[in-house]
């Protein structure tokens, strides 16, 4: 069966790094587009970086680009965020997102929660 699993979330202090895992398993990969989302606390969940299904091209929401960097590894069958210089305002749950290209089937991961305190 379809599975995202992330990892990597935690507590860290303002202008610190996480970097997020999404393990992706049970759909053929290259076929997928993949995003990261997230939902701050009382909050929609928002749009924060997606990256084409051969890793060709990537987009960024406005308040982190030039501080978040999306990647995948088709080797592991995985896509990362990696955040760095965080701020209060990254709080939230983060998850990944996989839209097929060809059957734009959607599936999604359980989240993991990233908090920017000091």
């Known amino acids: 069966q379809v599975q995202l699993v992330e990892s990597g979330g935690g507590l860290v202090q303002p202008g610190g790094s996480l970097r997020l895992s999404c393990a992706a398993s049970?759909?053929?990969?290259?076929?997928?587009?993949m995003s990261w989302y997230r939902r701050p606390p009382g909050k929609e969940r928002e749009l924060v970086a997606g990256?084409?299904?051969?890793?060709?091209?990537?987009n960024y929401a406005g308040s982190v680009k030039g501080r978040f960097t999306i990647s995948r590894d088709s080797a592991k069958n995985t896509v990362y965020l990696q955040m760095n210089s965080l701020k209060p305002e990254d709080t939230a749950v983060y998850y990944c997102?996989?839209?097929?290209?060809?059957?734009?089937?959607?599936?999604w991961g359980q989240g993991t929660q990233v908090t920017v305190s000091s």
């Open positions: 997102n996989a839209r097929g290209i060809v059957d734009r089937r959607d599936y």
């Open positions: 049970g759909f053929t990969f290259s076929l997928y587009a």
């Open positions: 990256i084409s299904n051969l890793g060709g091209s990537t």
